[in-house]
């Protein structure tokens, strides 16, 4: 046993001995292999059970489908680490993605392979167990706070319930811890052989670990910032040891910016770039994306404009599609119908052709563009290509009337004028229908405007107005389209005022019986275009940042206030006849615990630290930075997984606490060891300690089972019994009603 | 431009009526107390940017805004004086804000900024004094300069919550100060602690004791009522002369039979209200219209009902009067129509996720969905509910719902009327609590509201909390261009002063670019000149003297000015609420002070490095001289912008400003 318990000092004794020959060391400690086995059996027990959809599969399970089927789609909660790494759990049970996810509670057919879709959160989170472990040896805990630590994440209700879900928490917390103990590995490598083989390894991990963290959630960054700013305290004092070289100082400086900075933006990046490469065909989300992003897509957008010529001319059929794209992604859009009179506040408006923007395709989409200097609206042969800055009119392709703006209050929003297709009605209002076109995204002055690549302004001659997306919808009059204006003030570049081309042909019919029969009739000519990479990456990340999440509220929703004491809970799951249901709940014990721990350390941190300032050390000084370390670790990494919260405006749920949790459970190992060792001086003062101790673990396995039926949904309570479990009035435990 | 806010809201100081603003009322005060003094009668409207002053006199307000923005620049060389302890310094940074149009814009108007950047260059000025008091602890200048930081601390967050940067900023100079005092064996732990005494005297207790005076002020000189008085609560408004509920009289608790108005305790949400109108068609069911409506009105009164009688008139003057409790089921009547506050399994109008509310029944008989339990927030159960001071729910007896407004906007069929909905999600919001506030029982005793007038602290409390709720609730909309804090450092757009068409007078608030790119390029600099000596010193590199009084001065002089530029920069990056370009001004003044400091430490740096002495010396005055000239040529070029311009606009290549157009955003 007592080998066993030191197998670090073990291994250095050996390596004393072992040097250069190439020799396998295998040394198994008994104590992780035996953490790791319980740490399975507690996650995965009944794995596939309930063959239900539980909670938040409902949406996780989508993206599975998505990947399954390789249609493209687009989620703001997280980069898509995370969900590939669901989706290679159903691709390896062979999983076909023919689910219709629509209901919490819905049962799962049989095409679906719950118990390797749920496999993967299972193991991560079974694998936190002997982590934690060895986290805390790496802190220089002893065996038994190390053990202690383990134990505690093992019988800890919320973790357990949350890793035995398609949920991405157990992941996250997965790679957040393995970030901090390949760091704490590469530290102590750094002690005894700097640049090793194993020092290269922890290091090149603890990027790799933080980038899948990331990957998995974007809350992840924040154990990334907190790895960075410990190595970057510890590459501070490397800095200030003068025993170095200066060579060797920049070499340790450099490895660890290489393999904290590059690999870890390389790694996010390679994320992306399997994301995309695997869901290549368009699906629902295409309508978010630029005209450009959706032709890379197959299918969908692409089959429209494969084959589109790419330069505008003069004389060619467009469709106008607004950049911006809020509320809802629309197309520049007229009809026949007229701008009422007056309007109901007892405005007047010009009388003349709405002109609106529109959210479906339709052939009242298309337009022509036309010289101002020449009758004919087909294009010539060689076709004469549109410039920026070019004065251009836009003639409405079914009506043939010209686009059109004047100095009348536009019908929502007074301060712009309105925009419409000119008529003439004789009234001293002539028609203003000249449009300079600037390309926005432009290389040179004089760049041809192109099919969907150009992003471009139409700014108004006369009167300098640009046009205009102001996000209203139009009363029934305007058949509840979306008002299209002419901003006057150009308040800077904003992109409700920029549009692409999307559609595009070259027009062949003079007269207009004859374009209308070729604007019904689907565009078809030759070329095709790819967006690279990097463009793709930065848009579909831009529109993940911003895409908004509807921020209702929900049922179940939290403050972060609520967490430190379990004030709220989650009902996950009931089961459709009787009363077993899966609640996320946290143990108690644990819970209450933790946070006392993180008190207790930090009013210990800061007596020590007032009294070292004053030169009086309690503590040795190794024991002293150990004690830091440990608390830089777990109490700074509770920290930066809570706090941002309530900085935070979505909407929060319970789970969000669990990394920070975690976190703060390995803190409370380390702040009873403290506590004995330092604290209590006497043998009899320790002992009863331990007995304390002993005492309290067994409290919080009663916990444990007492929440268990809630935890695993495996065993239907009577209503007595649930009521009894109800220890406080803000858990929402489901109680079914005969 | 904003003149027509901050200078309306100096004239309701003047005129005594009570405003709400999400600022707090230090600045807003002073603009009053300018006119005041100079003899502004506060009748001008301010109702829109370009209105003419005509005969009222406004000067004293803009005056008294342009003085304190023209004191910044003495700030700025003396604290970057007493940094440096260098005067071409000094005068570099004096000469930036002289030379920034930017600044001078800002300063010459009725607005705020000029009030704030006075008290936070006067709070930084008055902190780098005491530091260098450090070595005469105790002594008058350390106490004066101690005392005057935390007094213009106090103005700067009676002008603005930016103002709590400075805070941050003094607080931090203070605690990384106690902490080397206390690390100093040779001061005894008692001298330790009246230094902390000293500080926490000087820098918390004088400081909170002058914003509360301000607010003490602000109430008593507000005491009419005016358009403030819906953001706030029902007892607040009971303060404000010519407010109905000023010294109004009303029975305490509320009873059986009395006629009451229910408000909702959010801000701007109204009354509880109905009308003869029905829900349209296809909206739930075709039932009385129930919302919340701002404004005081006849159909906001309900009476209050039990759920079983009916028969038995509550008001006949034989029956006792009963009490109603926490906890008891009641029944509300709208009293104009005689129907019954109902809900029922419909979705809302608008928030589909909850129950619609309607008023049902005929005469006050509808059916068992009319039921409501009355509950008061935190009470225990049984207790009677006063009026205006329990904050009470209304939960619906059969589905278990809680009456609540979501605050938006019905369509026209609603009269733009707030809707209101039964959620089922028991959270407690403020949405979902309401207070009564007009109770009319002949049968009861009158009692005067002053007892229920909130204290000082109540009303300190409340003011705050409405105060953030605004600030929260300043958002921009999706499809407006919002300036962004990104752009504010590269200048990259600027903000229209006044003006808008080529034959108008425009000014143009843009900083100068001259001033502003170089102060970026410093920044830049100087993170890669600092962290260049810091890595030296910690490698423990033997610097020459010279060299090592200049990094010292650097380091130390430069990174607190860094420190402040930061702290008023980045966190704009975390508002949710819509930002002007005019926010970044107080952390320019921060990064002008680092230019000087910056661009004197490096010519001398490079002088001493010159073999020559007579070749140093006239690199030195050439390079200072030349960054000098640099920027008041700038000035020159750029004065119109300031001054104001006629003619036509930039992007006109006619225009004499046509050549100055750097950036295709400056839109002058």
Same mark, same amino acid.
């Given at each position: 046993?007592?080998?066993?318990?030191?197998?670090?000092?073990?291994?250095?004794?050996?390596?004393?001995? +072992?040097?250069?020959?190439?020799?396998?060391?295998?040394?198994?400690?008994?104590?992780?292999?035996?953490?790791?086995?319980?740490?399975?059996?507690?996650?995965?027990?009944?794995?596939?059970?309930?063959?239900?959809?539980?909670?938040?599969?409902?949406?996780?399970?989508?993206?599975?489908?998505?990947?399954?089927?390789?249609?493209?789609?687009?989620?703001?909660?997280?980069?898509?680490?995370?969900?590939?790494?669901?989706?290679?759990?159903?691709?390896?049970?062979?999983?076909?993605?023919?689910?219709?996810?629509?209901?919490?509670?819905?049962?799962?057919?049989?095409?679906?392979?719950?118990?390797?879709?749920?496999?993967?959160?299972?193991?991560?989170?079974?694998?936190?167990?002997?982590?934690?472990?060895?986290?805390?040896?790496?802190?220089?805990?002893?065996?038994?706070?190390?053990?202690?630590?383990?134990?505690?994440?093992?019988?800890?209700?919320?973790?357990?319930?949350?890793?035995?879900?398609?949920?991405?928490?157990?992941?996250?917390?997965?790679?957040?811890?393995?970030?901090?103990?390949?760091?704490?590995?590469?530290?102590?490598?750094?002690?005894?052989?700097?640049?090793?083989?194993?020092?290269?390894?922890?290091?090149?991990?603890?990027?790799?670990?933080?980038?899948?963290?990331?990957?998995?959630?974007?809350?992840?960054?924040?154990?990334?910032?907190?790895?960075?700013?410990?190595?970057?305290?510890?590459?501070?004092?490397?800095?200030?040891?003068?025993?170095?070289?200066?060579?060797?100082?920049?070499?340790?400086?450099?490895?660890?910016?290489?393999?904290?900075?590059?690999?870890?933006?390389?790694?996010?990046?390679?994320?992306?770039?399997?994301?995309?490469?695997?869901?290549?065909?368009?699906?629902?989300?295409?309508?978010?994306?630029?005209?450009?992003?959706?032709?890379?897509?197959?299918?969908?957008?692409?089959?429209?404009?494969?084959?589109?010529?790419?330069?505008?001319?003069?004389?060619?059929?467009?469709?106008?599609?607004?950049?911006?794209?809020?509320?809802?992604?629309?197309?520049?859009?007229?009809?026949?119908?007229?701008?009422?009179?007056?309007?109901?506040?007892?405005?007047?408006?010009?009388?003349?052709?709405?002109?609106?923007?529109?959210?479906?395709?339709?052939?009242?989409?298309?337009?022509?563009?036309?010289?101002?200097?020449?009758?004919?609206?087909?294009?010539?042969?060689?076709?004469?290509?549109?410039?920026?800055?070019?004065?251009?009119?836009?003639?409405?392709?079914?009506?043939?009337?010209?686009?059109?703006?004047?100095?009348?209050?536009?019908?929502?929003?007074?301060?712009?004028?309105?925009?419409?297709?000119?008529?003439?009605?004789?009234?001293?209002?002539?028609?203003?229908?000249?449009?300079?076109?600037?390309?926005?995204?432009?290389?040179?002055?004089?760049?041809?405007?192109?099919?969907?690549?150009?992003?471009?302004?139409?700014?108004?001659?006369?009167?300098?107005?640009?046009?205009?997306?102001?996000?209203?919808?139009?009363?029934?009059?305007?058949?509840?389209?979306?008002?299209?204006?002419?901003?006057?003030?150009?308040?800077?570049?904003?992109?409700?005022?920029?549009?692409?081309?999307?559609?595009?042909?070259?027009?062949?019919?003079?007269?207009?019986?004859?374009?209308?029969?070729?604007?019904?009739?689907?565009?078809?000519?030759?070329?095709?275009?790819?967006?690279?990479?990097?463009?793709?990456?930065?848009?579909?990340?831009?529109?993940?940042?911003?895409?908004?999440?509807?921020?209702?509220?929900?049922?179940?929703?939290?403050?972060?206030?609520?967490?430190?004491?379990?004030?709220?809970?989650?009902?996950?799951?009931?089961?459709?006849?009787?009363?077993?249901?899966?609640?996320?709940?946290?143990?108690?014990?644990?819970?209450?615990?933790?946070?006392?721990?993180?008190?207790?350390?930090?009013?210990?941190?800061?007596?020590?630290?007032?009294?070292?300032?004053?030169?009086?050390?309690?503590?040795?000084?190794?024991?002293?930075?150990?004690?830091?370390?440990?608390?830089?670790?777990?109490?700074?990494?509770?920290?930066?997984?809570?706090?941002?919260?309530?900085?935070?405006?979505?909407?929060?749920?319970?789970?969000?606490?669990?990394?920070? +949790?975690?976190?703060?459970?390995?803190?409370?190992?380390?702040?009873?060891?403290?506590?004995?060792?330092?604290?209590?001086?006497?043998?009899?003062?320790?002992?009863?300690?331990?007995?304390?101790?002993?005492?309290?673990?067994?409290?919080?396995?009663?916990?444990?089972?007492?929440?268990?039926?809630?935890?695993?949904?495996?065993?239907?309570?009577?209503?007595?019994?649930?009521?009894?479990?109800?220890?406080?009035?803000?858990?929402?435990?489901?109680?079914?009603?005969? | 431009?904003?003149?027509?806010?901050?200078?309306?809201?100096?004239?309701?100081?003047?005129?005594?009526?009570?405003?709400?603003?999400?600022?707090?009322?230090?600045?807003?005060?002073?603009?009053?107390?300018?006119?005041?003094?100079?003899?502004?009668?506060?009748?001008?409207?301010?109702?829109?940017?370009?209105?003419?002053?005509?005969?009222?006199?406004?000067?004293?307000?803009?005056?008294?805004?342009?003085?304190?923005?023209?004191?910044?620049?003495?700030?700025?060389?003396?604290?970057?004086?007493?940094?440096?302890?260098?005067?071409? $310094?000094?005068?570099?940074?004096?000469?930036?804000?002289?030379?920034?149009?930017?600044?001078?814009?800002?300063?010459?108007?009725?607005?705020?900024?000029?009030?704030?950047?006075?008290?936070?260059?006067?709070?930084?000025?008055?902190?780098?004094?005491?530091?260098?008091?450090?070595?005469?602890?105790?002594?008058?200048?350390?106490?004066?300069?101690?005392?005057?930081?935390?007094?213009?601390?106090?103005?700067?967050?009676?002008?603005?919550?930016?103002?709590?940067?400075?805070?941050?900023?003094?607080?931090?100079?203070?605690?990384?100060?106690?902490?080397?005092?206390?690390?100093?064996?040779?001061?005894?732990?008692?001298?330790?602690?009246?230094?902390?005494?000293?500080?926490?005297?000087?820098?918390?207790?004088?400081?909170?004791?002058?914003?509360?005076?301000?607010?003490?002020?602000?109430?008593?000189?507000?005491?009419?009522?005016?358009?403030?008085?819906?953001?706030?609560?029902?007892?607040?408004?009971?303060?404000?002369?010519?407010?109905?509920?000023?010294? $109004?009289?009303?029975?305490?608790?509320?009873?059986?039979?009395?006629?009451?108005?229910?408000?909702?305790?959010?801000?701007?949400?109204?009354?509880?209200?109905?009308?003869?109108?029905?829900?349209?068609?296809?909206?739930?069911?075709?039932?009385?219209?129930?919302?919340?409506?701002?404004?005081?009105?006849?159909?906001?009164?309900?009476?209050?009902?039990?759920?079983?009688?009916?028969?038995?008139?509550?008001?006949?003057?034989?029956?006792?009067?009963?009490?109603?409790?926490?906890?008891?089921?009641?029944?509300?009547?709208?009293?104009?129509?005689?129907?019954?506050?109902?809900?029922?399994?419909?979705?809302?109008?608008?928030?589909?996720?909850?129950?619609?509310?309607?008023?049902?029944?005929?005469?006050?008989?509808?059916?068992?969905?009319?039921?409501?339990?009355?509950?008061?927030?935190?009470?225990?159960?049984?207790?009677?509910?006063?009026?205006?001071?329990?904050?009470?729910?209304?939960?619906?007896?059969?589905?278990?719902?809680?009456?609540?407004?979501?605050?938006?906007?019905?369509?026209?069929?609603?009269?733009?009327?707030?809707?209101?909905?039964?959620?089922?999600?028991?959270?407690?919001?403020?949405?979902?609590?309401?207070?009564?506030?007009?109770?009319?029982?002949?049968?009861?005793?009158?009692?005067?509201?002053?007892?229920?007038?909130?204290?000082?602290?109540?009303?300190?409390?409340?003011?705050?909390?409405?105060?953030?709720?605004?600030?929260?609730?300043?958002?921009?909309?999706?499809?407006?261009?919002?300036?962004?804090?990104?752009?504010?450092?590269?200048?990259?757009?600027?903000?229209?002063?006044?003006?808008?068409?080529?034959?108008?007078?425009?000014?143009?608030?843009?900083?100068?670019?001259?001033?502003?790119?170089?102060?970026?390029?410093?920044?830049?600099?100087?993170?890669?000149?600092?962290?260049?000596?810091?890595?030296?010193?910690?490698?423990?590199?033997?610097?020459?003297?010279?060299?090592?009084?200049?990094?010292?001065?650097?380091?130390?002089?430069?990174?607190?000015?860094?420190?402040?530029?930061?702290?008023?920069?980045?966190?704009?990056?975390?508002?949710?609420?819509?930002?002007?370009?005019?926010?970044?001004?107080?952390?320019?003044?921060?990064?002008?002070?680092?230019?000087?400091?910056?661009?004197?430490?490096?010519?001398?740096?490079?002088?001493?490095?010159?073999?020559?002495?007579?070749?140093?010396?006239?690199?030195?005055?050439?390079?200072?001289?030349?960054?000098?000239?640099?920027?008041?040529?700038?000035?020159?070029?750029?004065?119109?912008?300031?001054?104001?311009?006629?003619?036509?606009?930039?992007?006109?290549?006619?225009?004499?400003?046509?050549?100055?157009?750097?950036?295709?955003?400056?839109?002058?």
């Amino acid at each position: 046993q007592s080998v066993l318990e030191d197998p670090l000092l073990l291994f250095y004794k050996m390596l004393g001995y +072992l040097e250069h020959p190439v020799v396998v060391t295998a040394d198994i400690n008994l104590n992780v292999v035996a953490l790791t086995a319980v740490g399975l059996l507690s996650r995965l027990w009944q794995l596939s059970y309930p063959r239900a959809v539980v909670f938040d599969e409902v949406y996780y399970g989508q993206y599975i489908s998505f990947y399954m089927k390789r249609i493209f789609f687009l989620d703001g909660s997280g980069p898509p680490f995370g969900h590939m790494l669901l989706a290679l759990g159903g691709y390896l049970g062979g999983f076909d993605g023919n689910f219709l996810w629509n209901r919490i509670g819905a049962e799962y057919s049989s095409n679906v392979p719950v118990w390797s879709l749920r496999l993967l959160p299972a193991l991560t989170g079974a694998l936190s167990v002997p982590m934690a472990y060895q986290i805390l040896m790496e802190l220089g805990s002893s065996h038994w706070a190390a053990t202690g630590a383990a134990l505690l994440i093992l019988i800890e209700n919320a973790l357990i319930t949350q890793s035995r879900l398609m949920l991405l928490e157990s992941v996250l917390i997965f790679f957040n811890l393995l970030a901090v103990l390949s760091y704490l590995k590469f530290a102590n490598c750094q002690k005894q052989r700097p640049f090793s083989l194993s020092w290269w390894f922890w290091l090149m991990l603890t990027g790799v670990a933080c980038s899948c963290a990331v990957g998995v959630k974007y809350v992840g960054v924040f154990t990334y910032l907190l790895v960075l700013a410990v190595a970057g305290v510890h590459a501070w004092h490397l800095i200030g040891d003068r025993t170095l070289s200066n060579v060797c100082v920049l070499g340790h400086v450099l490895a660890r910016a290489a393999a904290l900075l590059v690999v870890p933006a390389a790694m996010y990046l390679l994320f992306f770039y399997v994301h995309l490469s695997l869901v290549y065909r368009s699906g629902p989300h295409d309508q978010i994306m630029s005209s450009a992003f959706q032709a890379s897509l197959e299918g969908g957008l692409a089959r429209i404009t494969q084959g589109q010529p790419l330069e505008v001319a003069y004389g060619s059929q467009v469709t106008l599609k607004n950049v911006f794209g809020k509320p809802v992604p629309c197309w520049l859009h007229s009809h026949q119908s007229t701008y009422p009179m007056i309007y109901e506040n007892g405005r007047g408006s010009s009388h003349q052709q709405q002109v609106t923007c529109y959210p479906f395709k339709d052939v009242n989409n298309w337009w022509i563009v036309k010289d101002p200097g020449r009758h004919q609206l087909v294009v010539n042969n060689p076709p004469r290509p549109v410039r920026h800055g070019d004065v251009v009119q836009l003639v409405h392709g079914m009506t043939t009337r010209f686009l059109n703006t004047h100095d009348v209050a536009a019908p929502l929003s007074p301060h712009s004028q309105e925009v419409s297709c000119y008529i003439d009605y004789n009234i001293s209002m002539p028609s203003q229908n000249l449009w300079r076109l600037e390309i926005v995204n432009r290389e040179s002055d004089t760049e041809v405007w192109k099919t969907i690549l150009s992003e471009v302004r139409l700014v108004h001659v006369n009167t300098s107005a640009v046009l205009k997306l102001s996000g209203a919808h139009l009363p029934d009059w305007g058949f509840r389209q979306l008002e299209v204006v002419g901003e006057k003030l150009s308040r800077g570049h904003h992109e409700s005022a920029v549009w692409n081309v999307e559609e595009h042909r070259y027009g062949r019919g003079q007269e207009q019986k004859e374009r209308e029969v070729e604007l019904h009739s689907p565009a078809q000519m030759d070329i095709s275009r790819n967006l690279s990479f990097v463009a793709r990456f930065l848009e579909l990340q831009w529109r993940m940042l911003t895409a908004k999440s509807d921020g209702s509220e929900h049922k179940y929703s939290s403050s972060p206030l609520d967490w430190v004491t379990l004030d709220t809970s989650i009902a996950y799951w009931l089961h459709p006849r009787t009363s077993a249901q899966i609640h996320l709940l946290g143990n108690v014990v644990i819970w209450a615990s933790a946070s006392l721990a993180t008190v207790v350390y930090a009013l210990l941190f800061f007596w020590y630290l007032l009294r070292r300032r004053r030169k009086i050390c309690d503590l040795p000084e190794d024991s002293w930075l150990r004690w830091v370390l440990a608390g830089a670790v777990c109490a700074g990494g509770w920290a930066v997984n809570y706090l941002p919260f309530f900085l935070m405006e979505k909407t929060l749920f319970l789970y969000h606490y669990l990394p920070a +949790l975690t976190f703060q459970i390995l803190l409370l190992p380390v702040v009873l060891q403290h506590i004995s060792d330092r604290l209590c001086r006497t043998q009899l003062l320790r002992s009863l300690f331990g007995a304390l101790l002993v005492a309290w673990y067994s409290c919080a396995c009663h916990v444990f089972n007492a929440l268990r039926p809630l935890t695993y949904g495996d065993k239907s309570l009577s209503p007595s019994e649930l009521k009894a479990l109800r220890w406080k009035d803000s858990w929402d435990i489901l109680i079914r009603k005969y | 431009w904003d003149e027509t806010h901050f200078g309306k809201m100096g004239s309701y100081y003047i005129n005594r009526t009570f405003f709400f603003d999400v600022h707090p009322p230090l600045g807003k005060m002073l603009i009053g107390l300018a006119g005041y003094l100079s003899g502004y009668d506060g009748t001008f409207l301010f109702q829109k940017p370009g209105d003419k002053y005509e005969h009222h006199n406004y000067m004293g307000m803009r005056g008294f805004c342009a003085f304190l923005g023209s004191l910044l620049v003495p700030f700025a060389y003396l604290t970057v004086l007493e940094l440096s302890k260098s005067f071409p $310094a000094a005068l570099l940074a004096a000469a930036l804000l002289t030379f920034d149009t930017g600044c001078l814009t800002l300063s010459q108007y009725i607005l705020l900024d000029p009030i704030l950047m006075f008290f936070i260059m006067a709070a930084m000025l008055s902190m780098v004094k005491y530091n260098s008091c450090a070595n005469r602890p105790f002594s008058a200048p350390w106490w004066f300069w101690l005392s005057m930081t935390g007094i213009n601390l106090a103005g700067a967050l009676g002008v603005k919550f930016v103002g709590l940067f400075i805070i941050l900023q003094v607080g931090w100079n203070t605690i990384s100060d106690l902490w080397h005092l206390f690390g100093d064996l040779s001061l005894p732990v008692v001298t330790v602690g009246k230094h902390l005494t000293a500080r926490v005297l000087c820098l918390i207790v004088l400081p909170l004791t002058l914003y509360t005076a301000t607010y003490a002020v602000h109430f008593m000189v507000l005491n009419k009522s005016g358009p403030g008085d819906g953001f706030f609560s029902s007892a607040f408004q009971s303060r404000l002369s010519g407010n109905t509920l000023h010294n $109004a009289s009303i029975p305490e608790h509320l009873a059986y039979g009395s006629v009451i108005t229910v408000k909702n305790l959010r801000m701007a949400i109204g009354y509880l209200h109905s009308h003869r109108h029905l829900y349209p068609e296809g909206i739930g069911a075709r039932q009385q219209q129930v919302t919340t409506y701002l404004h005081k009105d006849y159909n906001n009164l309900w009476i209050i009902k039990k759920h079983n009688t009916n028969a038995a008139d509550p008001l006949d003057p034989s029956s006792p009067v009963e009490f109603v409790r926490h906890g008891d089921i009641i029944r509300l009547e709208h009293k104009e129509t005689s129907r019954n506050l109902h809900s029922h399994y419909h979705e809302a109008p608008l928030t589909r996720k909850h129950y619609q509310v309607t008023g049902y029944g005929i005469n006050g008989t509808g059916d068992s969905n009319d039921f409501w339990r009355i509950e008061v927030v935190n009470r225990k159960f049984g207790n009677r509910i006063k009026v205006l001071r329990s904050r009470i729910r209304l939960i619906h007896l059969v589905t278990g719902c809680v009456l609540g407004s979501s605050g938006k906007v019905l369509p026209k069929w609603g009269w733009e009327q707030l809707e209101v909905t039964c959620t089922p999600y028991l959270k407690e919001t403020l949405n979902s609590v309401w207070n009564v506030e007009d109770h009319i029982n002949p049968k009861l005793p009158n009692i005067s509201l002053d007892v229920l007038q909130p204290s000082f602290p109540e009303v300190l409390l409340e003011s705050h909390m409405v105060m953030i709720r605004g600030n929260n609730g300043l958002k921009p909309k999706d499809n407006e261009f919002t300036s962004k804090p990104w752009h504010w450092p590269i200048n990259y757009q600027g903000l229209r002063f006044s003006g808008i068409n080529d034959t108008d007078f425009r000014v143009y608030l843009l900083g100068n670019p001259v001033v502003w790119w170089l102060n970026l390029l410093s920044i830049a600099l100087y993170l890669v000149v600092g962290s260049a000596i810091a890595v030296a010193v910690q490698r423990g590199a033997h610097l020459p003297a010279e060299v090592e009084g200049l990094s010292q001065v650097l380091l130390r002089g430069g990174g607190q000015l860094l420190l402040g530029w930061v702290l008023h920069y980045f966190p704009f990056f975390l508002m949710g609420r819509i930002l002007y370009f005019h926010h970044y001004f107080p952390a320019m003044l921060f990064s002008s002070m680092l230019t000087g400091i910056l661009w004197d430490t490096l010519l001398r740096l490079g002088a001493w490095s010159l073999a020559s002495s007579s070749l140093a010396r006239g690199l030195y005055v050439v390079g200072n001289l030349g960054l000098l000239l640099g920027t008041a040529y700038s000035f020159y070029l750029f004065h119109p912008l300031a001054y104001g311009m006629v003619g036509p606009l930039a992007q006109d290549p006619r225009s004499p400003m046509a050549g100055l157009r750097w950036l295709e955003s400056w839109d002058f």
